[in-house]
């Protein structure tokens, strides 16, 4: 490695997964991107308030998933822990706005730690 060069960080990435209990046997991924796109994600996420989590390993995963098709049952149960904690977090706040408790947590995206 050259130390005059800068450094590059990695390029991003993001997949934004949806659930709904009423419809959906399991989480699906709803956006996946790379670049430019996936910083638009996060962006947006970050901007409706979206819980967001790093894991580079599941985001790797969850990016070779197609668009609107269901998680692979192996990483079911990580996905699984992420929404639960979505559910509790979102219903902590809730409460403490005094507001009634919306336990649907819209979208998770796993790929870098919120600012």
Partial sequence: MDPSQPTRAPTALA?????????????RVTASGRG??????????FANG???????DLAEILAAVDVESPIPPAVFATVA???????????????????????????????????
Avoid: C, M, W
Wanted: aromatic share 8%; glycine share 10%.
């Fill in 81 to 115: 822990g992420i929404l639960s904690y979505v559910y509790r977090i979102n219903g902590r706040l809730a409460e403490f706005h005094g507001r009634p408790v919306d336990a649907t947590p819209g979208t998770a995206i796993p790929g870098r730690p919120t600012p």
């Fill in 50 to 56: 979206v819980k967001v989590r790093e894991d580079a």
């Fill in 36 to 45: 430019a796109f996936a910083e638009q994600l996060l962006e947006i996420a």
């Fill in 15 to 27: 997949v934004a997964l949806g659930y709904d209990p009423a419809t959906d046997d399991a989480p």
